[in-house]
């Protein structure tokens, strides 16, 4: 691998830069940066003001595989990652077995590193509790020791507040997060979109806000308690925004990511019974993903992060009440960023970029991604003035589940480079 | 004029032509009814089955009769005992029984938005006869039938819907349905029985019966489920009696002659006193009549359409 990379706008938050230059890339190292640079044998790659940035991270992420392949695979997964300008994926323990032992930790990191010759770093999340039933705490240690980057039974919340305490107090001893899907239980029994005007309209069974807030007030209060890092997963509520900003101010160690459908679309989008409306926690109202975009532009939400769920498409091929929770999102993360965020002026450029690569980094305590001469190149590339219309079934995911698909986005990955591997999309 | 939709999938955003067309073609089949011979032509040649997903017995019945009162050759089918109960989707049995060339489908199901589902997929126009807590438009037709017949309008009326609103499709129906006809509707029940957002739908919300019966002209009365909700949405029967049950000294302090409705089947002494329910006021019975009639337009009407 010999690239040179011509006027480039290079983004890193880290060395505060933004500038134009050329990168030149030699075996999977940034070899030099500067403009007007010559190198012959490399392959030039000319592009004219497209943004350069370290390499993305989506921090959470169902890659499917073992147990639900037809769903997703690992190689699958990783190259739709790839495809949507990620560097590296976090993918959650609700496989099949789950991960809720070391052996399933190393089993996907071979895999993952077989995939695309290691293009995209995979970083395990291993199950807070024992299949993740919320009931006997799994090996925390041994799974960290393996390579687990944090701790979720996402999917379903850790419910029991004295095992979420007791875990949370564990995990630190590894400096790992517990991250978890907030959502009280028997308020959500049988519940399919959220509570509000439109479920009520349609006759769904509804989901309250209150609901989501709850356990994170409970968890921001263990937090405090022990002292421990506590990570929110996709959050979605206003109540619980107000509450995760609270904390940061008293100085706890609380973060919490966003996906893009929650602030990007409303419960409104339910209307017509479409079953890729239906993700858990649900599409808020308006009110609630204005509270989300406020909260992304003051900083209160370190990450963003997509919860990338494939399923088959029969398996939504259902009644709204039967089907599945759950969309893919890898390949419109970062079209919908910025057409919804950064052309609307919620983010800058630069703090796209703190929340897609340099944050949630931070928060998993991976190494930072240094852009300097002799460092290992790890950049994701893209296009932040490409006009394109969502397309489900050029996706490479294996799953097409999809609300976007037909949407027109501004901006769109060009490629990524990572662990001497390179990506072009 | 027919129809603006080649189904009947439900009430919200029908329009107001549309539902007059309905109530305007049932007066006519209503008349067939009255008949020594009850039987017309119009969809003779025609094929309907009744997709039922969900145990009903009235509904079903009545849809049945008003087919074949409409010469329509019908179809049943029951989710217990066929193959839904041995795993097949709800696509597939649809269009298994749309390979035999079906011209309509009469469907009950336990989802919301199963019916719109099934109407995407396949060919024949989808009747919903009931989905889940959304709707249940033909029971609304047939209760604005009923009280325009026995009324003699609908607009201006004040329509009030006692019991579980949250999570009743005959209420959600009656509410779009009755203001899109320009009735003035209200909904009671305890708080736990009434959504949130109700007054976002257009409605009045009463948590005590005895506040909105003196303005009331007709009032519809929801079935509680007794199994269902004893303990979670209210603490027991007798309470429930008590504070909501529809009685005659009720009706009296009211001090006006209020139309009863019920979409049935009624738990006798819950929600209604027998003797409300055997009173000249309540028009229980005649919904039921109605209804064949109701369903027998919806049936032709659509059927004209295509």
Redesign the interface.
Same mark, same amino acid.
Request: proline share 4%; no cysteine; aromatic share 6%.
């Given at each position: 691998m010999h690239y040179l990379l011509k006027n480039c706008r290079l983004v890193d938050p880290l060395t505060r830069r933004d500038e134009e230059t050329d990168i030149h890339i030699a075996d999977g190292k940034i070899a030099r940066i500067g403009r007007g640079l010559t190198v012959s044998e490399a392959q030039v790659i000319e592009l004219r003001g497209k943004v350069a940035a370290p390499g993305f991270i989506d921090m959470h992420v169902h890659l499917r595989e073992p147990g639900f392949e037809y769903k997703e695979t690992i190689l699958t997964g990783c190259t739709a990652a790839a495809a949507g300008g990620f560097t590296a994926v976090c993918c959650m323990p609700n496989t099949n077995p789950p991960i809720d032992d070391e052996s399933v930790v190393r089993l996907i990191k071979e895999r993952a590193r077989a995939a695309l010759d290691g293009l995209v770093d995979v970083y395990p999340v291993a199950a807070v509790t024992k299949e993740r039933k919320g009931e006997h705490l799994a090996p925390l240690a041994e799974l960290a020791t393996a390579g687990a980057v944090a701790f979720s039974d996402d999917g379903d919340p850790v419910y029991d507040a004295e095992i979420m305490r007791r875990a949370m107090e564990y995990a630190a001893m590894y400096d790992r997060p517990v991250i978890q899907h907030a959502q009280d239980m028997p308020m959500t029994k049988g519940g399919a979109m959220n509570?509000?005007?439109v479920a #009520?309209?349609?006759?769904?069974?509804g989901m309250p806000p209150a609901a989501e807030d709850i356990v994170v007030a409970r968890d921001i209060h263990i937090a405090r308690y022990t002292g421990s890092r506590y990570h929110l997963a996709h959050m979605s509520t206003a109540g619980a925004a107000a509450m995760v900003r609270a904390a940061k101010a008293e100085g706890l160690h609380v973060t919490c990511e966003v996906t893009p459908h929650h602030f990007t679309l409303t419960d409104e989008a339910v209307m017509?019974?479409d079953t890729n409306t239906k993700m858990n926690p649900p599409l808020r109202s308006k009110s609630d993903v204005e509270a989300i975009r406020k909260a992304l532009r003051d900083g209160t939400i370190d990450a963003i992060a997509t919860d990338h769920a494939p399923h088959s498409y029969?398996e939504k091929?259902?009644?709204?009440? #039967?089907a599945p929770f759950g969309i893919v999102g890898l390949e419109t993360a970062l079209g919908l960023a910025m057409t919804e965020l950064v052309l609307t002026g919620v983010l800058s450029l630069s703090s796209l970029v703190e929340k897609m690569s340099t944050n949630p980094r931070r928060i998993l305590n991976l190494p930072e991604i240094r852009i300097a001469e002799g460092q290992p190149a790890n950049l994701t590339i893209f296009d932040p003035a490409a006009e394109w219309i969502v397309d489900v079934q050029a996706f490479k995911s294996k799953s097409k589940n999809s609300p976007f698909g037909g949407r027109r986005l501004t901006g769109k990955p060009v490629g990524v480079i990572n662990n001497g591997a390179a990506y072009w999309v | 004029m027919p129809l603006h939709s080649r189904h009947m999938l439900g009430l919200?955003g029908m329009s107001r032509e549309d539902i007059q067309l309905i109530l305007d073609t049932a007066v006519s089949f209503r008349e067939v009814l009255d008949r020594p011979i009850k039987k017309v032509p119009p969809l003779q040649g025609k094929t309907i089955a009744n997709m039922f997903f969900e145990n009903s017995t009235r509904t079903r019945l009545s849809f049945e009769l008003a087919e074949r009162r409409l010469s329509a050759d019908v179809l049943g089918f029951q989710a217990t005992g066929s193959s839904v109960s041995k795993g097949e989707?709800?696509?597939d049995t649809a269009r298994n029984i749309e390979a035999m060339k079906v011209d309509m489908v009469v469907m009950r199901?336990?989802?919301?938005?199963?019916p719109?589902?099934l109407s995407r997929?396949i060919e024949a126009n989808v009747i919903n006869a009931g989905?889940?807590?959304?709707?249940h438009p033909t029971q609304a037709l047939l209760d604005m039938y009923t009280i325009r017949e026995r009324l003699g309008r609908i607009e201006g009326l004040h329509v009030c819907i006692v019991g579980d609103i949250?999570?009743s499709?005959v209420a959600?129906s009656n509410i779009y349905g009755l203001i899109t006809m320009g009735a003035r509707v209200s909904v009671c029940g305890p708080a736990t029985m009434i959504?949130?957002?109700?007054a976002?739908?257009g409605v009045e919300v009463y948590h005590h019966i005895d506040d909105v019966l003196p303005t009331v002209d007709a009032l519809n009365v929801l079935r509680i489920q007794l199994e269902r909700d004893a303990g979670r949405l209210f603490p027991t029967l007798r309470e429930y009696h008590n504070y909501y049950g529809i009685t005659r000294q009720r009706l009296e302090k009211a001090g006006r002659a209020i139309t009863i409705l019920h979409p049935g089947p009624i738990n006798r002494d819950v929600e209604i006193s027998a003797e409300v329910a055997d009173s000249e006021h309540s028009v229980i019975l005649q919904q039921v009549l109605n209804g064949v009639a109701v369903r027998m337009a919806v049936l032709y009407l659509l059927s004209a359409r295509n």
């Open positions: 509570e509000g005007v #009520t309209r349609l006759g769904i069974p017509g019974f029969d091929q259902v009644e709204y009440q #039967t | 919200d989707t709800l696509k199901h336990s989802a919301a938005g199963a719109h589902y997929v989905d889940g807590g959304h709707e949250s999570h499709r959600r959504p949130r957002e109700a976002e739908l």
